[in-house]
């Protein structure tokens, strides 16, 4: 089952909480389809920038690897305490 669309406001008192449950959720899907997919391998930033909506993806749009958009997003989403 794909993940809905991530479309997280970053100001939310939940979004960090919110954040790392997509994050796991997204990363069960991907492992998932590389148990199903055996002749290649799975493109995880085509498949993440599916999952996140039109603003979130502006966050990641100059990434060009999938760990470069992981960081990108939680660098956005987890905010260390002042």
Not at 1 to 27: G, I, N, Q
Not at 69 to 79: K, R, S
């Amino acid at each position: 089952m794909k993940p809905s669309c991530l479309d997280l406001d970053p100001s939310s008192s939940s979004a960090c909480k919110e954040w790392r449950h997509r994050r796991k959720t997204f990363e069960n899907y991907v492992e998932e389809l590389d148990q199903q997919i055996e002749d290649r391998a799975v493109d995880k930033l085509k498949l993440l920038i599916k999952c996140v909506s039109h603003t979130v993806y502006d966050f990641t749009e100059e990434c060009e690897t999938y760990d470069e958009a992981i960081t990108a997003l939680q660098n956005f989403y987890v905010h260390v305490p002042n």
